[in-house]
């Protein structure tokens, strides 16, 4: 239920890892040396290059004229189109570590980011800790809906709900163990929207459960969909309402379940993100 990319250096990166590629039957080296082509293969070098050039004529060409459509994120046959996952060009809204971030664009896109931001917070282990909760309620949610939402929330993480998670009153774990909330948003899609309003479903995966040597509710992984209806308050976008439901989930992977403190040590050295497309 939480609030809330280096690259391997050992492919070859900087002249390090290159292979030197030998022409066949003989040891001429490519990078220094390699025998100058004739005129036949200069000439069947430009008949190749003006085939590519033809090729990214005709792709410029379709593109342009696809352009029409291009507001929608489904092309022909229902399929979803390129754009639909590539990156907008719009500048993310501004965040400061640890803080939910705010300032969202008012249109579709702002709604999804502020969508997946706040998914991450309403499925996560500060929610759970009274002495967040009504913080975090006050930064979510549209103002006249936080008290009934208090006093929802409350009734619902109440002492007994908690200490079936190992955690005490205040929502926290007991020595030695750590509990882990963490929501990670895989993607977001508009169902409705208007100049003020805005639903958003946010599919997610995400970890669950308490870290421990002797933990009886060891950290799983699970995966659900979030449905916010989203509301332009106060020049940004806030939560009106929300729900879940179970899936689309995949085929369990392989991998090999790791220890209470490895997972222990992951939740507490790697933070969150913040989501904008």
Known sequence: MSLGDDQDGSG?????????THLPGGTT????????PG?????SLVTVVGVIV???AAIAFANRGGDDSSSSEVGAGGQPRATSTAASGTKPVQSTPGV???GYAHDAQGAQSAAANYATVLVSADILKPARRAELVQQVFVTDKQAALNAKFDKAYSAEFLSKLGLDQNGDAAA????VSRTVPIGTKVTSASDT???????CTGLYGTAGADSTDPVTSDWFTMTLQMRWADSDWKVDSFSQKDGPAPVPGDDKASSADEMAKAAQ???????AR
């Not at 309003?197 to 946010?202: D, R």
Request: glycine share 20%; charged share 20%.
């Open 12 to 20: 070859g990166y900087g002249g390090t890892g290159q292979t030197r």
């Open 29 to 36: 080296d490519v990078y220094g040396g390699a025998r100058r």
């Open 39 to 43: 005129r036949s293969s200069s000439r």
């Open 54 to 56: 033809l090729l990214i």
């Open 100 to 102: 939910i971030p705010k």
């Open 176 to 179: 030695g163990h750590t509990y």
């Open 197 to 203: 309003s805005a639903a958003v479903e946010v599919w």
């Open 269 to 275: 050295e790697y933070g969150g993100f913040t989501y």
